[in-house]
């Protein structure tokens, strides 16, 4: 697929500006943008949720739509739900089987993905090969969440060192899933616009009048890693008596490129996924896991159900100006958009 000019970003951003508007309206880059997720690592789940031996999902349902099969046995490993012989999807549900086998013609399969049984395959020269195996994708188990990618994942080891280094007394250990305070959230608007509000906090004294009530914003920091932006600001009051961060840190809110976000609070950690359906829709998980015996909060102006929904609403109006005749490239704010920056730099590179 070529595309009708490739994107391009100056290093410097006091001399940069912001990537060209048909990056957002172009079908053509949007699939191109494919091969990015393809090396992207994504939240499979975690630990404690898998309750089954094979556990069979889709990398980024409604777009990769790639069928892979978790499979936790001694240890944790990730295979393609595909058959060898002629493409049919293997499993269709989560179960406790000790094999994985093809019900078109029987192939069967132990859970390293080796072939075992082949019926009807007798004469045939050359076989069983390699190839005839399940392939085994790149997965990750850290800090009992579950990552998956396709194929040459992209090194993300900076920000999970960056993790470890500033939350290193952080409880990940008594972390549990909230299924009441997750949420999915199809948005009208390009995956991108939604990272790009993300990754700046210059927006929240105008957008998010709560929140800006309980951050001390003239404190507020970004930081660049290898693959990643990490944003953080301290509460406006003194510490609270349940704060686990350490130096009165309201949040740490890490995303990695090019669609993930780990956001580590004093009551536990919300995971955002941002998960590209076409150029115009997106789907948003979020995905609440409170530390034991805490609870998330609500019912302030500054929760999360607030906080997004005002996100939501200014997406969407970006969403809607992006398509103007009348709108040419704007430029970043050397102090505020370090981060989109960043993205749109790293856009440029894997584009090609």
């Known amino acids: 697929m070529k595309l009708s000019s490739k994107i391009s970003v100056d290093k410097d951003i006091s001399r940069a500006q912001l990537i060209d508007p048909e990056f957002y309206t172009s079908d053509n880059y949007f699939q191109a943008t494919k091969n990015i997720f393809l090396k992207s690592w994504q939240f499979v789940n975690h630990i404690n949720c898998i309750d089954t031996k094979l556990y069979p999902f889709l990398f980024l349902e409604n777009f990769i739509d790639e069928p892979i099969i978790l499979v936790k046995d001694k240890d944790i ?34 859970l390293n993905g080796v072939l075992k049984q082949a019926p009807g395959f007798k004469g045939v020269e050359n076989f069983p090969t390699e190839n005839d195996n399940l392939k085994e994708v790149p997965s990750m188990l850290w800090k009992n969440l579950i990552f998956s ?9 900076e920000v999970l060192r960056s993790i470890e280094m500033k939350l290193s007394n952080y409880p990940f250990d008594k972390l549990r899933y909230d299924k009441k305070n997750s949420n999915t959230f199809t948005l009208d608007a390009h995956w991108a616009l939604y990272c790009e509000n993300y990754l700046e906090g210059f927006h929240v004294p105008f957008i998010h009048k709560g929140l800006n009530n309980d951050i001390n914003f003239n404190n507020y920091k970004t930081e660049l890693l290898d693959h990643g932006v990490l944003q953080y600001t301290e509460n406006k009051s003194n510490p609270k008596s349940n704060q686990i961060l350490d130096e009165n840190i309201y949040a740490y809110y890490y995303w990695i490129f090019p669609n993930l976000m780990l956001n580590f609070y004093n009551w536990g950690l919300s995971i955002n996924i941002v998960e590209p359906i076409s150029k115009n829709k997106t789907k948003i998980k979020f995905l609440s896991f409170p530390i034991e015996d805490i609870n998330q909060p609500k019912g302030t102006d500054s ?37 989109i920056h960043y993205f749109h730099r790293l856009l440029a590179r894997y584009l090609v």
């Open 77 to 110: 490993k990730i295979l393609s739900n595909i058959c060898t012989h002629r493409a049919n999807i293997l499993c269709n549900k989560k179960n406790n089987s000790n094999i994985i086998q093809c019900n078109y013609h029987g192939r069967t399969f132990d």
């Open 149 to 157: 990618s396709i194929s040459n994942p992209i090194n993300i080891d």
């Open 303 to 339: 929760d999360l159900d607030v906080v997004e929904k005002e996100d939501q609403e200014v997406v969407l109006a970006v969403q809607k100006g992006i398509k103007s005749h009348l709108y040419n490239k704007g430029r970043y704010s050397s102090k505020h958009e370090t981060g």
